[in-house]
């Protein structure tokens, strides 16, 4: 009977030596496995997540659908005198479509090669992330908060601007603390709308807004007598004026609310491509800083400065090192011209603006207009 005891508990003994290391085995296996997960986990966990509308930097080839397209797709405002507008023939001229124009001669030597995308201010970020457009060209202010947030590359300033305030001359206002419980008419979806409630509080000035989405409804509205006053870029406002019935009775008052350096921008995450629209907009600049002209531009192509030379693409490798023709900039003048002669007509002394120039004037000649070494 002890026998049979012993070799029962014996028995019992090594089926339970052999149960309990076939659950070490399984938990050893499952906790082993368990380990691996983990490490994949954080392995995966240290890699960005693309935000919505973020393209991963690399991945993009906005250059290659351009060229392959055989045309840009420029989304401007198409209603703003002197910078977008389109006429009744369904013609575009002002100085956002001629910066547009500009890239198309760069890369397709041909200045018409652009197709232009009418865009209020609430839309034309969405265009851009989404890539509808290939360029936003359209009176747009440079912030921090559209250059990181709402993902923009900015390209460089083509207007320094300010925001301002236009009034009838007979409104008795003269200054900006003169506008205390007055309506003011702005466009939403701008800079203006929150710079004016920013210097109105500063002011510690009481005032209604009256806002709009569409441009043209709200100096429809500033027409008709709905406010007395109506903020915009101080340009914005000088151009409009002459589309008002009676422009005479309407001033800019004296004051400026903010600063608004307006420029193109394109969406974030292709940097070959802001490289190149970037440097074609400073070959406008550059252009008028060495005195080359759509006029002079043969005779400045056989030149012997080696500045103007590399800069024409005579000498060097620039734009071929840029992935572009190496004449580009020869191409964007003899088309469009240099800064000077896209502000003049659009904006300036040959336009019916005649818009002094001020800080767009080239930084030679007192102003903020730069741009930097080509080589």
Excluded at 224 to 230: K, L, V
Aim: hydrophobic share 40%; charged share 25%; proline share 3%.
């Amino acid at each position: 009977m002890h026998h049979q005891l012993r070799s029962r508990r014996k028995g019992f003994a090594n089926f339970r030596h052999r149960l309990f290391g076939q659950l070490r085995s399984g938990w050893l296996k499952a906790i082993a496995l368990l380990l691996v997960g983990l490490c994949l986990f954080a392995l995966a966990a240290c890699e960005p997540i693309p935000e919505p509308n973020q393209v991963a930097v690399g991945t993009a080839n906005r250059l290659k659908t351009v060229i392959s397209r055989g045309k840009l797709i420029c989304g401007v405002s198409g209603e703003l005198p002197g910078f977008s507008f389109v006429n009744k023939d369904g013609k575009y001229s002002g100085l956002d479509v001629d910066i547009c124009r500009a890239i198309a001669a760069a890369l397709f030597d041909d200045p018409n090669a652009v197709q232009f995308r009418n865009l209020n201010a609430k839309e034309r970020f969405t265009a851009l992330q989404s890539g509808e457009i290939d360029i936003l060209s359209r009176n747009t202010t440079w912030t921090i908060s559209r250059d990181t947030s709402s993902r923009l590359a900015f390209m460089p300033v083509v207007f320094y601007d300010g925001q301002g305030v236009m009034v009838r001359k007979d409104s008795n206002i003269k200054v900006i603390n003169d506008l205390k419980d007055a309506d003011i008419c702005a466009q939403t979806g701008t800079t203006t709308e929150q710079n004016l409630a920013d210097q109105m509080r500063k002011r510690n000035l009481a005032y209604k807004p009256v806002v709009y989405e569409d441009v043209n409804a709200t100096f429809a509205a500033y027409q008709s007598g709905r406010c007395a006053a109506i903020t915009a870029d101080r340009s914005a406002l000088v151009v409009r004026r002459t589309r008002l019935a009676d422009p005479e009775n309407h001033v800019v008052i004296d004051g400026v609310l903010s600063k608004e350096p307006l420029a193109p921008a394109v969406s974030d995450g292709d940097s070959k491509w802001a490289d190149i629209v970037k440097w074609i907009i400073f070959t406008a600049i550059e252009a008028e800083d060495l005195d080359i002209s759509s006029t002079n531009l043969a005779t400045q192509l056989q030149s012997k400065n080696a500045d103007i030379r590399r800069f024409l693409g005579v000498d060097g490798s620039l734009g071929k090192d840029m992935g572009v023709s190496n004449d580009f900039t020869a191409r964007v003048i003899k088309h469009v011209g240099n800064y000077a002669e896209i502000y003049d007509r659009n904006l300036g002394k040959d336009s019916s603006f005649k818009l002094a120039r001020g800080q767009n004037e080239l930084w030679k000649n007192g102003g903020l207009m730069y741009a930097p070494p080509f080589r």
